[in-house]
């Protein structure tokens, strides 16, 4: 799933969901799916629908940081488990700015980016 960036979104200002199906480029199905979900909407307004821009930058900030995982120092996310696992004794390998190794819990291929070494600091 793409992040969606609210850039083009003001805080102070309210949109119709055809308004912003066109500016976050969505279908205005998964907006009313969003609504269903927690996003909130202008009480007094019944048809059209109406959200308000900082209730909708607020909602997409808590749908994204939550999906965020904090990774130990050797650890690794692994995409089939969808958690953060350590690589299998022995497997691990350096290349470059990455870390090759292999899942613990489900044997699959695991890669870590890491930073460059800073040798001033």
Same mark, same amino acid.
């Given at each position: 799933? !793409?992040?969606?960036?609210? !850039?083009?979104?003001?805080?102070?200002? %309210?949109? !119709?969901?055809?308004?912003?199906?066109?500016?976050?480029?969505?279908?205005?199905?998964? #907006?009313?799916?969003? *609504? =269903?979900?927690? #996003?909130?909407?202008?009480?007094? %307004?019944?048809?059209?629908?109406?959200?308000?821009? @900082? =209730? #909708?930058?607020?909602?997409? $900030?808590? &749908?994204? %940081?939550?999906?965020?995982?904090?990774? +130990?120092?050797?650890?690794?996310?692994?995409?089939?488990?969808? &958690?953060?696992?350590?690589?299998? $004794?022995? @497997?691990?390998?350096? #290349?470059? +700015?990455? !870390? *090759?190794?292999?899942?613990?819990?489900?044997?699959? &291929?695991?890669?870590? *980016?890491?930073?460059?070494?800073?040798?001033?600091?």
């Amino acid at each position: 799933m !793409k992040k969606i960036s609210p !850039k083009g979104i003001f805080s102070h200002r %309210s949109y !119709k969901i055809e308004e912003l199906s066109v500016i976050l480029s969505k279908n205005g199905k998964t #907006l009313l799916r969003w *609504i =269903d979900s927690g #996003l909130k909407t202008i009480p007094e %307004s019944k048809k059209p629908i109406l959200i308000m821009g @900082s =209730d #909708l930058k607020e909602f997409l $900030r808590a &749908k994204y %940081s939550k999906k965020k995982v904090k990774l +130990n120092r050797n650890q690794f996310y692994c995409l089939s488990c969808k &958690k953060a696992v350590y690589g299998k $004794r022995g @497997s691990i390998e350096n #290349l470059s +700015n990455r !870390k *090759i190794a292999v899942c613990v819990v489900c044997r699959g &291929k695991i890669v870590r *980016i890491t930073k460059p070494y800073q040798k001033g600091l």
